[in-house]
């Protein structure tokens, strides 16, 4: 039988193999003992990916040629390949479109402040919530993302920061945020690991603070209850964007199956558990969500459900592709913020960084 022609080849879209950032401490042992090699090797190769930042086989010189080329094939396939990176806001902000095995595209940003560094990540390709003044929503799901490719996109920001790609020097990747492509509690599994991943000190994972890691959602709530029995101490934050359901039905579609009422009672759920303040995303649009009635009502539901442990995040609304909307002017969202905040309520207008380069918040379309 001849071969099949080239063109009959292309590769299935899904899942990367295996990768040693998908596997617990004892699973990489366990990995490098099947292939022969003694279980200190994961350790090696633990140190060089999540302590060094690296996937250079040529700079693991501690590991023999012939085991180092066995493992890194084994246990390091390539995961992404930065097609480009694209700036804004004077070289602070970098947005990075990656490629996956598969094709698959997605987006990360990484943002420096005076005090910190936050890389924005996607838990999926796409996403399948369908907000309609959201670019990634408007583009549907293509696939989750794998643990490895999670964390790979953390990896990658971290080794950006400390070679000090950004300007500034050299620097610390101090904060993460599922707040790029997909919605994180949709990808639930995968989401946990890499958490796990980023969080536990190296060389198991990457280091950094739980409480410095913010997991964002739509309001799943079965899942935010779940998320909750995790003991974790990540940030909570829940995309609300109205206080009502008859709106949020349209702004957030996913509401037609968990009302917000019981978003908000999963959400203080997890306050209680963490003892941490919940972040209430709410983006702001001219004429559809931001009315003084409306801030008014926003601050007396966030009180009644949480009390002191909410935190308002209000977003003034980024330009998608083909929207209609846009933000609301200044003064009106100055009255929102007062409003909100007279319930006893905090609440901050967040910085938006890098719209020019469509980096900003629901601006991720990820085209090649
Ligand atoms: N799916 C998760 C994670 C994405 S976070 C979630 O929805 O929470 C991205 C945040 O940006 C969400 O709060 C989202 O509602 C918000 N957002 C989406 N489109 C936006 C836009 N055009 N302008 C401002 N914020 C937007």
């Not at 094939?73 to 097609?83: A, I, S």
């Not at 008014?296 to 929207?323: A, Q």
Request: charge should be positive.
């Amino acid at each position: 039988m001849t071969a099949l022609p080239l063109v009959f080849d292309a590769p299935k879209r899904g899942l990367p193999p295996r990768h040693l950032a998908d596997l617990t401490a004892e699973q990489r042992r366990e990995a490098v003992a099947s292939l022969g090699e003694q279980p200190f090797r994961a350790n090696q190769l633990s140190n060089h990916y999540f302590g060094r930042l690296t996937v250079d086989p040529d700079a693991m010189t501690d590991i023999p040629a012939a085991a180092r080329e066995k493992l890194v094939g084994d246990l390091m396939p390539p995961l992404w390949t930065e097609v480009r990176s694209v700036e804004a806001d004077a070289g602070t902000t970098r947005k990075t479109l990656l490629r996956a095995h598969d094709g698959t595209l997605v987006e990360s940003v990484l943002m420096r402040y005076p005090d910190r560094a936050t890389l924005c990540i996607s838990s999926q390709a796409g996403c399948g919530m369908a907000c309609p003044f959201c670019a990634t929503g408007q583009g549907g799901l293509q696939r989750n993302l794998s643990t490895a490719e999670i964390v790979d996109q953390v990896r990658r920001g971290a080794a950006a920061m400390r070679d000090g790609l950004l300007p500034g020097g050299p620097g610390r990747l101090s904060n993460i945020v599922f707040m790029g492509m997909g919605e994180p509690l949709a990808n639930y599994k995968r989401v946990i690991e890499a958490v796990h991943r980023i969080c536990d000190p190296a060389p198991a994972g990457l280091g950094i603070s739980q409480r410095s890691v913010t997991v964002s959602t739509v309001g799943l709530v079965p899942a935010i209850r779940k998320l909750t029995e995790e003991n974790l101490q990540v940030r909570l934050a829940v995309s609300l964007h109205t206080p009502d359901d008859e709106l949020r039905d349209t702004l957030v579609p996913v509401n037609t199956r968990w009302k917000v009422a019981e978003v908000m009672e999963a959400a203080r759920g997890y306050a209680d558990r963490t003892g941490r303040r919940v972040s209430i995303e709410y983006a702001l649009i001219r004429d559809i969500n931001d009315q003084g009635w409306r801030a008014d009502m926003l601050g007396k539901l966030l009180r009644r459900h949480l009390g002191p442990l909410v935190h308002v995040n209000l977003i003034p609304l980024n330009p998608t592709p083909g929207s209609k909307w846009d933000a609301s002017p200044k003064p009106v969202e100055r009255e929102f913020v007062r409003r909100v905040k007279e319930q006893g309520v905090e609440c901050t207008v967040r910085d938006t960084r890098g719209q020019e380069i469509a980096a900003a918040c629901g601006q991720l379309a990820a085209e090649g």
